[in-house]
């Protein structure tokens, strides 16, 4: 990992400031510590409440589904689908993360299956899951198609995919999120790296988001629902 970071830094050094390489680098092996101390903090970094649109959309899951949460962080969404009754993994790079998820599980009375694992190396399977959760689960455009390619394989003949990450347009609100355009997502790009699947609902929209200190605010978000034929 020194050696990486050394020639990673090098290679910036002789790079304009606004190479993407750079900003990766830095945001993913320079900071890969990151969320870790984030969830080392006191409390919750997004509460403990599910997001909006996941909780307006749980009702459209088959009771006892097989549900995958994807960068699940401290569990609030993993929970809120085991408080429903299916059967939930949680992963998350962050063993810091994953270990308050089992805490929080353990506290609210529900059992859920979490698991530290890089999504680059995670094995979605095929043909495996009735949903896959993506909440704000932001990543670098190679890895985020990768990772979006893998879920649509990984899903069964009419599993669901429920879907809310910042647009770029989030960059004017400043109210969460990663600091590039590159990491956020759009419909119309959704639609293109999701292909396989069918759109029941999608949209562009701003609203109120208000998930713990790190996401507080009025923001401007992409909403999917999609369903694999």
């Not at 080392?40 to 996941?54: I, V």
């Not at 899951?61 to 994807?70: Q, T, W």
């Not at 670098?140 to 003949?157: D, I």
């Not at 639609?191 to 929209?205: H, N, V």
């Amino acid at each position: 990992k020194a050696t990486v970071q050394i020639v990673g830094v090098a290679i910036c050094r002789l790079q304009a400031s606004s190479n993407l390489f750079c900003f990766f680098f830095k945001y993913i092996v320079l900071n890969s510590d990151m969320w870790d101390q984030r969830y080392s903090e006191d409390g919750f970094a997004y509460g403990t409440n599910p997001n909006d649109f996941l909780a307006s959309q749980a009702k459209k899951l088959s009771p006892n589904s097989k549900v995958l949460c994807l960068a699940e962080g401290e569990g609030r969404n993993a929970i809120f689908l085991a408080k429903l009754g299916h059967e939930v993994m949680g992963i998350d790079s962050s063993s810091v993360g994953i270990a308050k998820a089992h805490k929080l599980a353990e506290s609210e009375g529900v059992s859920i299956e979490a698991q530290v694992t890089d999504l680059k190396d995670f094995d979605f399977g095929e043909n495996k899951w009735d949903a896959i959760v993506s909440i704000f689960a932001h990543l670098p455009p190679p890895l985020r198609k990768s990772v979006h390619e893998r879920a649509v394989k990984g899903l069964k003949s009419g599993g669901v995919l429920i879907l809310e990450a910042y647009t770029p347009k989030q960059l004017e609100y400043k109210t969460g999120g990663p600091p590039v355009a590159e990491m956020m997502m759009t419909l119309d790009g959704l639609m293109s790296e999701l292909e396989g699947l069918d759109f029941e609902f999608g949209r562009e929209l701003e609203r109120n988001v208000v998930e713990g200190k790190y996401h507080t605010g009025k923001a401007y978000t992409v909403q999917v629902f999609a369903r694999k034929s």
